[in-house]
């Protein structure tokens, strides 16, 4: 298994364009999730997915969209990138989510992304 | 906004001292987990701890939980120059959202 993978690994970018970063997982799980680390900041999260065609709002969405048509992949679309959205982004699946029972999350190697 | 903050921030110690960093939380949880982070790498899983849970073990490493403080804390013993890293805990009490990281911690071990 892959795991989870996301791509590109780095990326440059100047205020105003828009790109989306890609994330696939080969392990089933229903659950996605998109986090963004800064310096200092620790991980928040953006958005989230409990299956296909199911998202929802994390901490920080502003300024991002996402969709899920499927179960492996979870795109993260920045939709006119600012210098503030600079940082590392992962992504991160997992089986199950908040229902109470235990799960682990599995972390892509992430997306350092610099907005000029 | 975050639920879970790390102490220390950072923390510098000898290899093979033993290494102790806490984790205090706000609301009640369901579980709280613990990862590891390498520089430049994604978070990897360490262990997990349930709510009805006071003590686990794996390997070096020993978490505790106190949920009438609200906080953990982990023990890496007779450290390693390749224990260095950042780690973070996290915590699950949201039904239907995903697990809450705090700011972390990170450690330097010196060979």
């Known amino acids: 298994n892959a795991g989870v993978t996301q791509t590109p690994k780095f990326q440059v970018l100047k205020t105003g364009q828009s790109m989306t970063l890609q994330c696939a997982q080969d392990?089933?799980?229903?659950?996605m999730s998109w986090y963004r680390q800064d310096p200092g900041m620790g991980l928040r999260l953006i958005h989230y997915?409990?299956?296909?065609?199911?998202?929802d709002q994390g901490e920080v969405p502003n300024g991002y969209n996402v969709s899920r048509s499927t179960t492996e992949d979870f795109p993260l679309r920045l939709l006119s990138a600012a210098p503030s959205q600079t940082s590392v982004y992962f992504c991160a699946s997992s089986y199950s989510m908040g229902s109470g029972a235990p799960y682990e999350q599995y972390f892509g190697p992430g997306t350092r992304l610099t907005v000029t | 906004s975050q639920q879970g903050e790390e102490d220390p921030q950072a923390l510098s110690i000898q290899e093979g001292e033993n290494a102790t960093m806490n984790c205090s939380y706000k609301t009640s949880i369901n579980n709280l987990q613990w990862y590891r982070q390498n520089s430049g790498r994604g978070l990897v899983h360490l262990i997990l701890i349930r709510s009805n849970e006071r003590e686990k073990h794996s390997g070096r490493l020993r978490v505790t939980l106190d949920t009438s403080k609200k906080s953990s804390s982990l023990l890496i013993t007779a450290s390693r120059a390749a224990d260095t890293a950042s780690y973070f805990c996290?915590?699950?009490?949201?039904?239907?959202?995903?697990?809450?990281f705090g700011k972390g911690t990170r450690l330097s071990v010196i060979a």
């Open positions: 997915s409990v299956g296909a065609g199911i998202t």
């Open positions: 996290a915590t699950d009490d949201h039904v239907g959202k995903p697990l809450v």
């Open positions: 392990m089933n799980h229903e659950y």
